[in-house]
């Protein structure tokens, strides 16, 4: 979209962004005039309609404001949503915003997400599919996935958590902004694991070092004895699926050194593999035994 300077009048804000109120004239329009005449509900002098291209389907889109002054409104060639379109040219500014200052990119995420001992963006895993913040003390906060990165209130609490820093609320657009200044800073390093391959590689080492047993759900009185002893109660795999209890997990990892974890952080973790929480039982007479485990997905390996 071409850009064309501003001839507004010193000392008149609008209400988007600050920029000043210009009239719109017929032909091309930039992203501030079209935001500004949209902000102000089409009460422009002068105001007719420009044309400019559509940044989700890059189409002609025309921002059409009535003559009586009634409002304002967006509309593409190909019909994409007035809404979706404004959403877009907020996104575009503010990402020209963001570029448009002097400072480096990371020296840009620090003023974001006020974190001044940010030393490096990573995106982790061998697939790159996870993103850390690493500060100069060592200390990593962990951002998740890029589902994750797009929503604003899992970035802030998880740095938080981590750094004891409240970032401010952001509109979506402008969240959007940090992501993509996020991602374009990122270093990938294949070599660190992703929170997944992590939990993936102590459910391996566990089982690999544990007696695993193989039940049938639907024989009653195998079940039940197996049931006999909680203590001693381990993995098993039922139906081609693995069967495992948090606390033996937790306590053998933090018996043998392989990872330091309590048991809320471990069900987060198996969730995010899709694991699920299950309670077999059986029945001798009027007695009932029963254990929680949380049993994997269908087609789940672990390697051993």
Not at 88 to 93: D, H, S, T, V
Not at 140 to 156: F, P, V, W, Y
Request: hydrophobic letters at 35%.
């Amino acid at each position: 979209m071409s850009r064309q300077p501003s001839n507004a009048p010193a000392g008149r804000e609008d209400a988007v962004g600050g920029a000043a109120a210009t009239p719109i004239e017929p032909g091309v329009l930039t992203i501030d005039q079209a935001l500004a005449a949209l902000a102000r509900n089409g009460h422009a002098p002068r105001a007719s309609d420009g044309r400019g291209h559509c940044p989700l389907c890059t189409s002609e889109w025309t921002l059409a404001i009535s003559q009586n002054g009634n409002g304002a409104h967006l509309t593409c060639d190909s019909g994409c949503d007035s809404e979706h379109i404004r959403g877009a040219l907020l996104a575009e500014r503010n990402r020209a915003r963001l570029a448009d200052t002097p400072s480096s990119k990371l020296d840009q995420l620090r003023a974001q997400l006020k974190l001044p001992g940010l030393s490096r963006v990573i995106k982790r895993g061998k697939d790159g599919d996870a993103y850390d913040l690493e500060l100069d003390d060592g200390r990593r906060i962990e951002l998740g996935s890029a589902s994750d990165l797009l929503r604003h209130h899992h970035m802030k609490a998880a740095i938080l958590g981590k750094a004891d820093v409240l970032i401010k609320p952001r509109k979506p657009a402008e969240h959007e902004a940090v992501v993509e200044l996020l991602v374009q800073t990122a270093e990938l390093d294949d070599q660190v694991m992703t929170t997944d391959e992590e939990t993936r590689a102590w459910l391996g080492a566990y089982v690999s070092e544990t007696h695993v047993a193989t039940l049938d759900l639907n024989d009653s009185g195998a079940l039940y004895e197996y049931l006999g002893n909680l203590s001693c109660l381990g993995p098993f795999i039922a139906d081609g699926r693995l069967h495992v209890r948090l606390r033996n997990i937790a306590t053998w990892l933090n018996r043998t050194g392989g990872g330091r974890v309590t048991v809320p952080e471990l069900s987060m973790r198996l969730a995010r593999l899709k694991f699920e929480t299950t309670q077999p039982s059986a029945r001798n007479g009027d007695q009932t035994r029963k254990a929680r485990y949380w049993r994997s997905p269908a087609g789940f390996e672990v390697e051993r």
